[in-house]
């Protein structure tokens, strides 16, 4: 009777651990995912990811830096919990994600981001028109400058500037791709007749003594501003606010994933109170709380001609 009942009770431990399932399942403050991210996010989601895991140590967010194109190829990849780009999936890629992985995709806006433009400190007059923007990277400038991008593969700032800039026209024979955004500084700064796009994440955040001392290297160039004739503009969180900055972008997060897990305990983190703090400090701009523009005395913020 007692070996009966003693096996009994081990069936049915046995049998409760299986049906509950929640010992092998990650959880907002325990287990471990995989995301994809453009590596143009990189700083910001490296401080993003390094608050979630000190507030709850227990859990372990693998981030995979990759190319744009890369990252919207893992919307398909079933061991990705979540991809962070600056655009989320189209009608086609959510009917493909659905039917591959049975799942419904959630998206969600969280900030958004600018590319900056960067030139050679010997480099008198760094103002640039759409128009002249548009000429340099189809190489038909005659000022013989050298555009230079984060990579040689479709990475987001490539897509954007040509969606935005060249409106479908190819990149010119003179663009040269650096290895990163970090290559691209650097390059920049050693070849005065370079200008160089990289996102204002790399380049924005004065609190980061690396960027600080990166900006020490380059200049940032003005470029002509979409609310003011003659006006011209350099990146700021104010002009990202007001898009009086052309080259503004969205940052996106995709998430897939059948549980209320981690994955969405990291979402619901960006786009809460402590995310959407991170965004602030980083210099971008936190798009699902409120922003607030205070009157102050700057040195230079706008500056009309050339």
């Known amino acids: 009777m007692c070996w009966c009942t003693l096996s009994l009770l081990l069936t049915t431990g046995i049998g409760c651990g299986r049906i509950d399932g929640s010992t092998m399942r990650d959880r907002f403050d325990r287990g471990t995912i995989q995301v994809s991210c453009d590596e143009t996010f990189k700083p910001v989601v490296d401080q993003l990811v390094m608050v979630y895991e000190s507030q709850y140590p227990d859990t372990k967010i693998n981030v995979h830096y990759k190319p744009e194109a890369e990252c919207l190829n893992d919307l398909l990849d079933s061991s990705i919990r979540m991809v962070i780009a600056t655009r989320g999936y189209s009608a086609s890629e959510q009917k493909m994600i659905i039917d591959s992985l049975d799942t419904d995709p959630q998206q969600m806006v969280v900030a958004r ?16 028109s759409m128009t002249e923007l548009k000429d340099l990277l189809s190489g038909r400038s005659k000022e013989n400058l050298v555009p230079v991008f984060d990579g040689n593969r479709a990475t987001s700032t490539v897509r954007f500037m040509i969606d935005s800039v060249l409106k479908g026209d190819s990149l010119g024979k003179n663009v040269v791709a650096a290895k990163n955004s970090v290559d691209v ?3 920049v700064s050693r070849v005065p007749k370079a200008v160089g796009f990289v996102g204002f994440s790399w380049i924005g955040n004065m609190d980061d003594t690396a960027q600080v001392t990166a900006r020490k290297k380059i200049r940032i160039a003005y470029i002509e501003s979409t609310d003011s004739a003659g006006a011209y503009v350099q990146p700021s969180q104010y002009f990202i606010y007001t898009k009086s900055y052309p080259l503004v972008r969205d940052l ?27 965004f602030r400090r980083s210099y971008l701009m936190p798009v699902l709380k409120p922003n607030y523009i205070r009157n102050t005395k700057i040195n230079e913020k706008l500056t009309t001609g050339k």
């Open 185 to 187: 500084i650097d390059y």
């Open 252 to 278: 996106v997060y995709v998430l897939k994933e059948r549980h209320q897990g981690l994955g969405h305990a990291f979402a619901s983190f960006m786009e809460g109170d402590r995310g959407q703090l991170i």
């Open 113 to 128: 981001d600018l590319v900056t433009v960067l030139v050679h400190p010997s480099m008198p007059d760094p103002f640039f």
